[in-house]
């Protein structure tokens, strides 16, 4: 997972107050993919300076995750209402979702979503944002933003690679 938080922290072209603002903020994570997400999220831990007890940083982190699919669980047979199923070409994994009154809601349940048509079943999203406990290794999503394409891109190259050239190296001053 790409750590977005420490891009900018070391990033020369952020105004010094984003940087600062960012030692009391939580964590920013891009997932590559729902493998890489599932590889690294049991060893995703705040940095040792957010670790304090006045600060919320160092009790969850967020992750982005682009072009997802989503669907319904199901358990015996019922539909499970707080889970969801992420997945593309990498894997799968189950997360929560979770309406008002719940703990960490997002604006609307999965199957409110639904009911207004904002979703349909077995959909895609572009972004799809989560927030992780580090304590339970849990998920929940907090938003989405919706694409008009129906079907997952195929990527050319590597997100991180996309990343990274974001950054240009500094070159030497002769």
Known sequence: MINISQLVRKSKQH???????DFVEPELYLAENV??????????????????????ANDYAFISFY???IDATSENGEMNEDLVNIHDESGSATICWTGPGHVYPCKDSYFQMLDSGELKP???????????IYEFEV?????????????????KSSLVDKISSLFPEPEPSY
């Open 15 to 21: 105004p010094l107050t984003d940087r600062l603002l």
């Open 35 to 56: 493998a890489d997400y599932k590889e690294n999220r049991s060893i995703l831990v705040p940095p040792w300076f957010k670790r304090n007890p006045f600060s919320t």
């Open 67 to 69: 072009n997802v699919g």
């Open 122 to 132: 077995q959909d895609w999203v572009y972004r799809l944002d989560v927030r992780l």
């Open 139 to 155: 998920s929940f999503v907090i938003g989405f933003k919706k694409n008009k394409f129906s079907t997952p891109k195929t990527e």
